[in-house]
């Protein structure tokens, strides 16, 4: 195995560093640049032997090869533009595309070569490059460097605002949707073809597919579930190890396949998950800027991701309790579970005409579905009675709103969706029930919420009268404008009844 070839420096003649994992090519290179009268030749197999050498001696140029194992020319790159930003590095790879140019140049490299390449084309350039360098002043290298180095930092900035804002930005998204953003946002950082999701079984060694995604770059065979699988050593070894793992084409990996597989932390410590990007076509390759990029995007994702998970987990056993009461309900009374489904639809239509946020939204929808849940304590002598109730039993329907909040109290996560539950039936005039609160006193989800009960209440058939047309019930709600209802959550209302009456225009 030959490492390194020296000769001694001929008077001012320029040095060169030829890194190649192929010995055959370095031995060409060499070849043409002694022919060139390029004497001072070094020649390493690695970007890691690069590095080492670049830390005791400096080159005129540097011509590396894209695709090593250990460490990619990229990653090379990156690491000699921050030792010397000055030295021309010239990239040779057989693996041409317009991705790999493009991040090259990014990175600092003044030219790229595609393999088989002609030994003219190589000398033309290493002349070049060598002869622009000689023609900078010290004064334009600092220049230059210091230029670049600003950029780089600029970037580096920009990339993780980015990261903060988009997550941000998703906080209303549902669980399985944010999964997708996050592994969409990982893979237009890094260039990836495939972004993974796993969550962890720590106790039994077993990984779930949470969310896998595609570039429009990605043309692999695999199919996910067997990308899951061929990747799974390298999550067991993340998981093992608690460190971020960047593979390029070696440790396992087929030779143009590259990987980042970055730990999701519960509090910075237990792993519940692995965030990974994939590139399975040689077209691209990961360095440790796309390695930076992934972990700041995975430490400012795992709390929200965290607290999706056990959220979505704890919400969705309680909500199946509440489902049960509901149904219970409906056993007893048809109108119940139907009446319940329509206010939420109706609900929801004037929270967003309303411009609420989607957190408002998201906390009516569920405080819709269940505002009538305390009817579960209301006797069925009562509750199915078809005729008019007299007052005593009127009082005991309207202890509803207390009973549903009572249900809802002892459940940390619906302390906001209790209040509204509470307060539906009070009035805008303070005449309501069961706090007589009166105008902005009573909460804006559940003065909408009221809009939309009143309005299917009147217009739905109970044991006692048939229902209303929608025409009549429209004109009382108009008529209860600023006594019984809040005006401004009628208007919405009205507004976003007409626009869903509308036939499609698609």
Known sequence: MTVATEEQPIGDLKSILVVDDDETTRGVIIDALRESGYFNTREVENGLQALSLLNTSSFDLI????????????????????LDFSTPVIIITGYPTIDLTVSAMKEGAVDFLTKPFKIDDLIFKVNLYLQERSLLSEGDRDERETKWKLDEKIRELSTIRLIGERIDQRRGLAGDDMFDEIVKLSLALTKGKTGLIVLVDETNKRFFNKSICHSSRHNGTDTDDVLAARLTPFFRETVSSRLPLLINGDHGLRSDDSLIAVPLTIRGSKIFGILAVFSGDGTTIFTRKDLTHVQNLAERASLYLENTILYESLFGSIMNTFESLIHSIHARDNYTERHSRSVTHLSVLTAEAMGCSDYEIESLRISAHLHDIGKIAVPDHILLK?????????????????????????????DRERTIVRHHHERWDGRGYPDGLARNEIPLLARILSVADTFDAMTSDRPYRKALPPAVAVEELRNNRWKQLDGTAVDAFLSALETARQPSKH
């Open 63 to 82: 011509i590396s090869d894209l695709k090593m194992p250990g460490m990619s020319g990229l990653e090379l790159l990156a690491r000699i533009k921050h």
């Open 386 to 414: 078809p005729a008019p109730l007299n007052d005593d039993e009127y009082r005991i329907i309207q202890t509803h709103a207390e009973a549903g909040e009572d249900i809802l109290k002892s459940i940390a996560l619906f």
